[in-house]
């Protein structure tokens, strides 16, 4: 069993906003757990920012030691897409293989900077 804590990084099923029923598994880090049970993850892509930049693009949060924190290949944090999962969420579909790593400290205080800077602008 997997204990999960701020900066995991693991393949997770995102859904699609606009097309509710289906989804992709792809890269996500744990950003944010309140008390026991809520975890706020945020999901990744290897898709570098358009150029010129479209209006996603703007919240494409580099991850520079991308290598260290267990990605495969150059990613970014999608500053737009925070997930909200319970533990229970977490344990039934996150398995051992699932997880590639751990964060690099520097990159996660980035994501986590940004991402409140987002969510403030967005209130």
């Known amino acids: 069993m997997h204990w999960f804590s701020l900066g995991d990084v693991f393949y997770f099923d995102v859904g699609f906003d606009d097309i509710p029923e289906e989804s992709k598994r792809r890269p996500a880090i744990i950003m944010i757990q309140e ?33 260290r ?4 290949k150059p990613s970014w944090g999608l500053g737009f897409k925070l997930i909200h999962v319970t533990k229970q969420e977490l344990m039934g579909s996150v398995k051992k293989e699932d997880i590639l790593g751990k964060m690099h400290v520097m990159d996660f205080d980035i994501l986590s900077c940004l991402i409140a800077l987002f969510c403030l602008n967005r209130c």
């Open 69 to 72: 924190s267990g990605f495969l």
């Open 35 to 67: 008390g026991e049970d809520l975890f706020i993850l945020v999901s990744t892509t290897s898709v570098p920012p358009n150029d010129p930049p479209k209006y996603f693009d703007q919240f494409k949060i580099p991850i520079f030691n991308w290598r």
